[in-house]
Each structure stands twice: as C-alpha cells, then as structure tokens.
C-alpha cells in the first residue's frame, strides 16, 4: 500500500493508521466490523517529519513504525547541477510541441533558476520552462520570461544575503550568525536552511543544539 504525502496526514488518521501497523487490523468508516489485514506500507513525503513532529502535527510514534528503511531522493534544488540538462531538454520539447523557434536560455536565467528553490521539483521547472518558451520574445529565454513567483523569491534571496561581520570574529561565531540568519529568511524551516547552507539536516540539528546548550551555560 502506498500512501504519498503522509506529512498531510490529520492527527486523528494518523491514530487510525497507527492501529494498522501496530495490530494489523481496521475498521471501516461507519461500521463496528473489526477487519484483519495484512500490507506492507509505503508512505512518501516532501515534508521534513522531525520537524512536524517538533511543532506537534505528526506523531512521534508513528515516524518511527513509518521511518524503518528510509529512502531519500533529493530534491532539485539539492541536485541544481542537473538544472541545465533538464531545462535543455524541456526547451527542445516546447518548442518543437509549440512551433516556438526557441534555442536555447541566457546564463543569468539558468543562474537564476539555480537559485530557487523548487518546492514543485521537477514538475514545476517543467511547468516553467513551458510557459518561458510561450512567452518568449526572441530565440533565447530571459529572466523576464520566468514566473514572478521565481524572480521575486530569487530576487529576496539577494537581498537578504548580505551579513555584516565585525573582524576580527571568530569562525565559530561566524557560522553562528549563518545559520542564525538563515533560519530567519526561511521563517525557521529547518530543511530549507540545510538546504540553502548545503548541509545536512543532523548537522543543522547538532549545530542549534549546541547553540542552545551554550546559550543555557552562560545564562547561569
């Protein structure tokens, strides 16, 4: 059985498929009938669980029935080396779909498309570069072709990447105020911030536990 997006999931089914793995049996909706069963349970998710788990919207209990063979599969924006090719490929399958005599894209755009984050993955460059051969004016797409969403998202980005650091400061210290404010502009989302400092989530974990014990000692 395979369930996709269980990071959706509500508390109250959450419970309800707890049941079926712990015990192997159900009830059906509307019905009093206790029903044996017996599956092996594939659950997908684009979401961080330990993260749900922390802000009380997924089920400690059940990450861990869940979590028994992990597979992660990056996503795009952690595979931004394969951007090109993909975007290559889309562009000579738009135009030829569309009659748009469309060759190719500018090195800023792909730079750009490099540094978004691609909550839709592969599906929504897809969609992007679709609607970017449409609208194109000439034979190359632009950073004008682009959805707003990705330019405006891009163009917060650089904004917000500029941190002003006293010297001399230590390295430490440093990283600190990286991560730190990293988690600010992506409203603390864990798995962005690892994301966009291209370090693993148990690093980031380990980091802000160290952070917070450190805080704790010098509150004494």
């Keep these: 059985l395979f369930l996709d997006e269980i990071g959706e999931m509500s508390l109250a089914a959450q419970v309800s498929l707890l049941r079926v ?7 059906r909706v509307g019905g009093n009938e206790v029903i044996k069963t017996d599956v092996r349970v594939i659950a ?4 961080d669980l330990e993260s749900e788990i ?13 979590n028994v063979y992990p597979i992660y599969l990056p996503s795009l924006q952690e595979r931004a080396e394969d951007i090109y090719s ?7 399958h738009y135009q030829q779909r569309s009659g748009k005599r469309v060759m190719g894209i500018t090195d800023r755009t792909i730079q750009m498309l490099k540094n978004y984050s691609w909550p839709g993955n592969v599906r929504e460059l897809e969609n992007c570069i679709e609607r970017a051969v449409i609208v194109a004016a000439g034979r190359m797409i ?3 072709d682009l959805p707003e969403a ?35 502009f ?4 864990k798995a962005k911030t690892a994301r966009l400092l291209n370090i693993g989530r148990k690093t980031l974990y380990r980091k802000l536990e160290q952070y917070k014990k450190a805080q704790a000692v010098s509150q004494k």
């Design 142 to 144: 632009t950073e004008q």
């Design 54 to 66: 922390e802000a009380g919207r997924f089920r400690r209990d059940l990450f861990y029935r869940l």
């Design 186 to 189: 992506t409203d603390g989302d």
């Design 86 to 92: 993909l975007v290559a490929h889309f562009i000579e």
């Design 150 to 184: 990705i330019r405006a998202q891009v163009s917060d980005l650089a904004s917000a990447s500029h941190i002003e650091i006293a010297i001399p400061t230590p390295m430490e210290a440093v990283e600190q105020m990286m991560i730190e404010q990293t988690l600010l």
């Design 44 to 47: 997908a998710t684009n979401k």
């Design 21 to 27: 793995l712990q015990d192997g049996e159900f009830t």
